[in-house]
T-cell receptor, first 115, second 110 residues
Framework: DSGVTQTPKHLITATGQRVTLRCSPR?????VYWYQQSLDQGLQFLIQ???????AKGNILERFSAQQFPDLHSELNLSSLELGDSALYFC??????????????FGEGSRLTVL | GIQVEQSPPDLILQEGANSTLRCNFS?????LQWFHQNPWGQLINLFY???GTKQNGRLSATTVATERYSLLYISSSQTTDSGVYFC????????????FGTGTRLTIIP
C-alpha cells in the first residue's frame, strides 16, 4: 500500500458525460501529480499541484481540469468524454516539488471506460 | 524535454533466470525511479535511485548518472515478476514532471 488513495477504482460512463476522479495524497506530501495511461501506452503526465497551486502542466486537454484543495486532496475533472478518454488515471504524491521532489508514490489508479 | 529509452522492449524468460533491464536518459537527472506495473495495473515502487547502487532482495539497481543510464537486475525470476518495468526520471533543468520510459514487458514462464 503506497498510502495514496484514489477513488473510484473503476468507472464506466457514456460519451459526452462528465466524471470526477479523486486523490488523497500520502500523509505529509504536498505535491500531487496526475498521469494518464491509455491501453498499452506509457504514462503521460497531465498536471501537478503543490500545496494548492498548479506547478506544472503536461498535455492535458482543455476538457480536463484539476484542483488541489486546502486539505491537499485533489480532483481531476473530465468532461465531454470521448471514447479515447478511456484509460487508467493515476495520481501520485511526493513531499516537495521540482528538483528535490524526492520519491513519488502512486495510487492504484482509476480505470475509466467510456462507452 | 528529456528523453527516456528502455531496452529491451520485451523479454521472455524461464522461471529461475536472471535479467538486466536498461534505462538510458538524455539529460542529467536528480530523480530516477524504477517501477513494476503488475498485470492488475498497479504501479509498485521498486527503487528511488538517482545515483549509486541499491539492493532489495532479488532485485538490485545501479544508476551511473554521469553516463546517463540505469540498470535493473532481477535474479532468480519468479512468475510474479511478470509485468512491465518502467524507468522514470526528473530532469535537473526545471521541468517538474517525472518522465516515464516506454517500459520493458517481462514475461516469466513456469
Amino acid at each position: 500500500d503506497s498510502g495514496v488513495t484514489q477513488t473510484p477504482k473503476h468507472l464506466i460512463t457514456a460519451t459526452g458525460q462528465r466524471v470526477t476522479l479523486r486523490c488523497s495524497p500520502r500523509s505529509g506530501d504536498l505535491s500531487v501529480y496526475w498521469y494518464q495511461q491509455s491501453l498499452d501506452q506509457g504514462l503521460q503526465f497531465l498536471i501537478q499541484y503543490y500545496n494548492g497551486e498548479e506547478r506544472a502542466k503536461g498535455n492535458i486537454l482543455e476538457r480536463f481540469s484539476a484542483q488541489q484543495f486546502p486539505d491537499l486532496h485533489s480532483e481531476l475533472n473530465l468532461s465531454s468524454l470521448e471514447l479515447g478518454d478511456s484509460a487508467l488515471y493515476f495520481c501520485a504524491s511526493s513531499k516537495t516539488s521540482g528538483g528535490v521532489s524526492g520519491e513519488l508514490f502512486f495510487g492504484e489508479g482509476s480505470r475509466l471506460t467510456v462507452l | 524535454g528529456i528523453q527516456v529509452e528502455q531496452s529491451p522492449p520485451d523479454l521472455i524468460l524461464q522461471e529461475g533466470a536472471n535479467s538486466t533491464l536498461r534505462c538510458n536518459f538524455s539529460d542529467s537527472v536528480n530523480n530516477l525511479q524504477w517501477f513494476h506495473q503488475n498485470p492488475w495495473g498497479q504501479l509498485i515502487n521498486l527503487f528511488y535511485i538517482p545515483s549509486g547502487t541499491k539492493q532489495n532482495g532479488r532485485l538490485s539497481a545501479t544508476t551511473v548518472a554521469t553516463e546517463r543510464y540505469s540498470l535493473l537486475y532481477i535474479s532468480s525470476s519468479q512468475t510474479t515478476d511478470s509485468g512491465v518495468y518502467f524507468c522514470a526520471v526528473l530532469s535537473n533543468f526545471g521541468n517538474e514532471k517525472l518522465t516515464f520510459g516506454t517500459g520493458t514487458r517481462l514475461t516469466i514462464i513456469p
